[in-house]
């Protein structure tokens, strides 16, 4: 760092300091209930992470991604990765947008890693993040490309979703979705020479790409809760990090703008909030025709501190379970947490994750003659 810097923090000291010791109103009416002790066995674990990098070249971004379920099991564990590497035109997508594509495609490597390891029936499924999120997530369209597009080049790609429905491109997406990894992509490159805007192709071929990921994603949601309905599977999402103030604004509290924070400056001991029915309500989340379906997903929340020495309180979505079995499944969940995160979940982070070391040693393996545009900067 510059010298600048560190006068920059000398003179900030005093100012954060008051700031992250000044006291919020503590809410009056906030329910905490505490967690027993698990006395019972665990069963069979499931956990979930994804993780996916990238490295900007002269020409194309080159990514990895990876989605992995690890199965605990007294009879043996085992796991399940579903990985892709490759790369992506510099210049095609805005920055965000290269974000939004590699997420998606790393939710459905998480998803369809569950589906393809397909677990023993009541199997507790612990999944990073958040269900709803994948959920909300909008569906791509022409404005994620970068730069302006002609109004004619921007018709043919808001069209191209009826044609792909009309070539029967999302039902055979449909029929393959358990066989294969990545169905959209086998279909992306059997298909990529049939475009329609000659000017321009290869924006067509991206559109293409995009949307068929998105539909994979939502019908790999869709298996997934069918899976967990047909087979008992307790389907329980984490979120390390969430913004939502739905418990706020039930109780009225005034002063906390985030229920995570709220939950984890006012509580200490091990607990959770009594759980709430989280509603995918359309005026607010508009599903794509389709996929509106998955809006009737039974989803309860609720924000739990596993451990007493853990300083934060975790967002926790159940799928597809009963308000009655979650009392016994977070007790369960605790006793995995002895730090405050669940140990498998921990395991699965670590293994799952692609480090920028990692994405140095696939470019010299599979795109050398390129350069990493920051590469003379490290």
């Known amino acids: 760092m510059h010298r600048s810097v560190y006068q920059a923090v000398v003179n900030s000291l005093n100012r954060i300091a008051g700031i992250s010791q000044g006291e919020l109103p503590k809410p009056?009416?906030?329910r905490w209930i505490p967690l027993k002790p698990w006395e019972g066995e665990i069963g069979d674990v499931v956990a979930v992470d994804g993780s996916r990098h990238r490295?900007?070249?002269?020409?194309?971004?080159?990514f990895a991604l990876c989605g992995l379920a690890i199965l605990f099991s007294r009879d043996g564990n085992r796991d399940l990765g579903l990985a892709h590497v490759d790369v992506l035109d510099r210049g095609v997508f805005n920055r965000k947008s290269v974000d939004d594509v590699l997420s998606r495609w790393m939710d459905l490597a998480e998803v369809k890693s569950v589906l393809k390891l397909n677990p023993p029936e009541g199997s507790l499924?612990?999944?990073d993040g958040s269900f709803v999120g994948k959920l909300i997530n909008p569906q791509p369209t022409p404005k994620w490309f970068a730069g302006n597009l002609l109004p004619e080049e921007e018709e043919i790609l808001h069209a191209l979703e009826d044609e792909l429905r009309s070539r029967g491109i999302y039902d055979a997406i449909d029929?393959?979705?358990?066989?294969?990894?990545?169905?959209?992509?086998?279909l992306y490159e059997a298909q990529k020479d049939v475009v329609f805007l000659k000017e321009n192709p290869r924006l067509e071929r991206y559109m293409f790409l995009v949307l068929t990921l998105y539909h994979e994603l939502m019908q790999s949601l869709k298996e997934l809760v069918r899976d967990a309905k047909r087979k008992g599977w307790k389907l329980v999402f984490v979120s390390k990090d969430s913004t939502t103030a739905d418990y706020i604004k039930e109780w009225g509290?005034?002063?906390?703008?985030?229920d995570q924070v709220m939950f984890s400056v006012f509580t200490g001991e091990s607990g959770y909030a009594p759980p709430m029915v989280l509603d995918i309500p359309e005026e607010k989340y508009a599903l794509p025709e389709g996929y509106a379906s998955l809006r009737e997903t039974k989803v309860y929340q609720t924000f739990v501190r596993f451990s007493p020495l853990y300083p934060l309180a975790f967002k926790v979505e159940f799928v597809e379970v009963d308000e009655d079995e979650i009392y016994d499944i977070l007790p369960k969940i605790a006793s995995l947490s002895p730090e405050g995160y669940p140990i498998p979940l921990e395991m699965a982070h670590r293994e799952v994750t692609i480090t920028h070391t990692d994405m140095e040693?696939?470019?010299e393996m599979v795109l050398r003659r390129e350069v990493d545009v920051r590469g003379y900067l490290r």
Do not use: Q, Y
């Open 28 to 30: 009056e009416n906030l």
């Open 55 to 62: 490295i900007s070249k002269t020409s194309h971004i080159l």
């Open 125 to 127: 499924i612990l999944l």
């Open 175 to 186: 029929e393959n979705l358990k066989f294969e990894d990545f169905s959209f992509f086998n």
């Open 253 to 258: 509290v005034k002063g906390v703008f985030s």
């Open 361 to 363: 040693l696939i470019s």
